[in-house]
């Protein structure tokens, strides 16, 4: 079905004919407005916005670009078009129809990873907010804020799927998605790293970069999801996502590029008297931010995690490629778990380990952009390398949080890991020369802050001075 924008809420699922939920949704629709103005970009309301807007749900072309003010984008409910034939394609429902309601006995379970998932979307619009003051370049920004327009899509995605399929409960619970709020300490978002602050670009580009990931990880396993409506939305909000974690590969490689070129400008190893980011604090917010993602995924060995499987409510990433029975009950995959104070692999149930082995798919996913990153730091003739840290290193979810391990894997004791923990993860004296270097935003077309190096090309094929925000 087209995308209709002729109603108040833009929407490809013929929300006119259900009046009950349209109220509901219009309801709820000012709330989210409001939300957007104290929580949303700080002080960007009369901004015009060069955007891309979701115009059709079509895998070729379906977004359109313009100059938007960010209160007026066209937020809506857009999934990707039905398959009649779809089945469930694993778990004890593998080969039944996919649902089209939501079957009774799975109603909590589906509205808590909904839930969750919804979360996260507005969490990291508030983490973000104040970004736009300090943005290396109006490209930058214009990125800034189309991530932050889709995030608020994608709250409005989860809300759908509240409003339309949960009655009462999911509206109480599409109202608390605007109360709970990134860091406050009595309402605080539901997944850790969503409650961390994004005070700097280094951060909002490691964000987009590894956070973001994780969501398309999450995502891509909800789309396999046996409750339709919840596959659909997620397919179409994978669609937005890459230009997300494009946004967080190209940014730390543009920081890098920067640092590479002052470096061998300079012959100097000590980009801070220069300006730069020296390629160690990249190291350390690259530690910080991949550990911080990699909790959430959740336990190693995950009782909900086999139920989600099982049920046909969660399924793996790309489950219908992988090539097994899609059902797991006698396969078995290794975890590294930690035994008698040492790390080791274990061999447990695959169905208790589908949260690690997403998460394995992810680390790959990671470990791609580090090889393009390192390969322009090899071109610049620098002899320094990007790592992922261990799995295990600075985690507080799972089989090893709370363990001091090194982020080669090394288990530590606590005098260990305090003599060294500056040089791994960003101190406060780090973050404060990063937060020194963000300097008032830089509003000239095709100028770029000092220590980051300009794009490879435009948005939408536009020159490299196009005036991506109006500032009015
Ligand atoms: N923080 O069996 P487990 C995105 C709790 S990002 C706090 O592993 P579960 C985006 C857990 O609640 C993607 N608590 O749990 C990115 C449980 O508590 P109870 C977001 C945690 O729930 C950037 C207990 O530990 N989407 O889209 O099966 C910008 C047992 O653990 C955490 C999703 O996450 C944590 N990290 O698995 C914008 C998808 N981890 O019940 C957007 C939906 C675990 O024992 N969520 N706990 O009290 C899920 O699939 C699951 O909730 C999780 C956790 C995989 C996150």
Known sequence: ??????????????????????????????????????????????FDVYLRTAVSTDANGWANFGYVKMPEYRWGIFLSERDAERQIAFGDN??????????????STLRRLIVTQGDTEPASVEQQRL???????????????????????????????????????????AEAMLERHSGDPDKPRILGAFNEQTPDWLSFFMFTYFTDRDG?????????SGFDPLSRSCRFMLTEEAHHMFVGETGVGRII????????????????????????????????????????????????????YTQGVKGRFLETRVDDDHVLTDATYDIDTVEDGRIVKKTVPALQALNERLRQDYIEDCARGLLRWNKAIEKAGIGFE?????????????????????????????AEWKANEA??????EDRAYVTSLMGAAVVEPGKYAHWIAPPARGINGQPMDFEYVRFN
């Open 131 to 173: 970004l736009g003051r300090t943005a290396p370049s109006l490209y930058d920004l214009r990125n800034l804020f189309q991530v932050n327009v889709e995030e608020g899509r994608h709250l409005w995605a989860m809300v759908y799927l509240l409003h339309a399929y949960f009655g009462r409960d999911g509206r109480e619970e």
């Open 257 to 308: 590029q920067r640092t590479c070129e002052l470096m061998k400008e300079h012959r100097t190893e000590d980009v801070r008297s220069l300006g730069g980011i020296d390629l160690d604090t990249i190291q350390k917010y690259l530690n910080f931010h991949f550990s911080v993602s990699l909790d959430l995924f959740g336990q190693e060995a995950s009782t909900n995690a086999a139920n989600y």
């Open 423 to 428: 040089k791994w993860l960003p101190t406060d």
């Open 94 to 107: 593998k080969g039944k129809p996919a649902w089209q309601e939501v079957p009774g006995e799975l109603r």
């Open 386 to 414: 990007l790592k992922l840290p261990h799995r295990a290193f600075n985690r507080r979810i799972g089989a090893f949080a709370g363990l001091r391990v090194s982020p080669d894997g090394r288990m530590l004791s606590e």
């Open 1 to 46: 079905m087209a995308i209709d924008y002729t109603q108040l809420i833009p929407n490809n699922v013929d929300l006119a004919s259900d009046r009950r939920l349209q109220r509901a949704l219009e309801n709820w629709q000012p709330r989210f407005l409001d939300w957007w103005k104290d929580l949303g970009p700080d002080g960007t309301s009369d």
């Open 216 to 224: 398309k990880y999450q995502l891509a396993s909800l789309a396999e």
